[in-house]
C-alpha cells in the first residue's frame, strides 16, 4: 500500500469507532474533495486543539476565559446546572428550555477507572457559590451507578450551604419509551415521583 | 457553543457517515489526544492530500509516478486484474492469493450517474496491453447493474485483442453465508458454474 495513504489511514482509525476499513472509505473521500476543503478542515482541527480553553468558571469549553454563557447578563446567574460533560451542555442547550448557568464537572466519579472527587471540578462548584449569589443547583447527571455516586457526593459537598435548594432533574419514563420495555427500577421512580395531571 | 468547537464539528460532520453528535464525540476525542498526536494526524492527512499520485500505468493511488506493484520485477506482468476502485486493490492483496498486476477503473459505468466510458480509465488499459506483453486480463467488477454493464463493455473492447484471455472472477455463494438467504440469480449462476470436486 501506498506510504502515504497508509499513514492517513493509521492516523484516522486512532479516532474511536474507526477502525481501518472505515479509515480507508474516509481517505478515498478526503481525495474527491477539493484541496482547499481538506485544508480548512485539518486547519480547523488544528486551530481546536491548540486554542480551545476551558471557561474559568464553569469548566465549559470556551474561545475565552469566560464562557458566553457565563458573561451572559440575560441568563438568571442564580441558578447552576451541573452536568458530567460538554456535551450535555449542548443538549440542555438545544431544548431551549434552560436560561440559567452550568457547570462542567468533567467525568463522574469512578474509582474502576480511578477517578475521585478532586479529579472533577467540585471544588470549583464550591467556590462559585460561596462568590456568587446562587440559589439553586439543578444536579443533571448520568443515572448510572457512577453517576449516581457522584451525585450522592456532590449533594453531601452542597448540604453545608445554607439556604440553597438542591434538585436533580426527573427519572422517569422518556418520551417515545414504551413502558414494556422499561426496567423496574425506572418504572418504581417514575410511580413513586408522580405528577398531577388534573 | 464555542465557535473554535462549532468549526471543527462543521468540518467533521462533512465526511460520510458522519453527523453532527458523531462529530462531536470525535472532538472530544481530540481534546482527551495529546497536541502532538492531533498534530501528526492532520499532518499526515493534509501530506496524503497534497503528494499523492495515481501510478501512470494502472491508476493505483502511489506515492511515486509508478506504484511499487507495478515496479516490482517479482510479479507477474502478463497478468492484469481489472478493479473499480483503490480498495479493491487492497482487498484483493490481502488475500495473498494474486501476484499480477492491477488496473483500476475509477468507478464503472454509470448513465444515472454520469459516468462514460471515457471517464473511467478503459483506454489507458487498451494502451497497456498495445505495449506490453499481457497474456490475460482478469475482470473483477462488482456484480451491480452498473458493474455489469462496464464488465460487458470492456469485454467487447478487448475482445479486439488477439490472442488476450479474458476472465472474470467467480461469481457463487461466499464463504459463510448460507443459501436460505442467497438471492435466485447467484444461485442460478452458482449452479450453472459448478466446479468439479472430485
Known sequence: MSKLLDGVVSELSKLPGIGRRTALRLAMHLLRMPKEEVADMTAAI???R???KYCKRC???SDEE?????SNPARDHSVICVVEQVGDVISIENTGQYNGLYHVL?????PMQGVGPSDLKIDLLLDRIAQEAVREVILAVSTTVEGETTQFYITRRLEQCAGLKITSIARGIGFGDELEYADELTIAHAL???IDVK
Chains 1, 2 share one sequence.
Open 46 to 48: 488544528d486551530k481546536f
Open 66 to 70: 469566560i464562557c458566553p454563557i457565563c
Open 106 to 110: 468533567g467525568g463522574v466519579i469512578s
Open 59 to 61: 469548566n465549559n469549553l
Open 50 to 52: 491548540h486554542d480551545i
Open 192 to 194: 413513586h415521583n408522580r
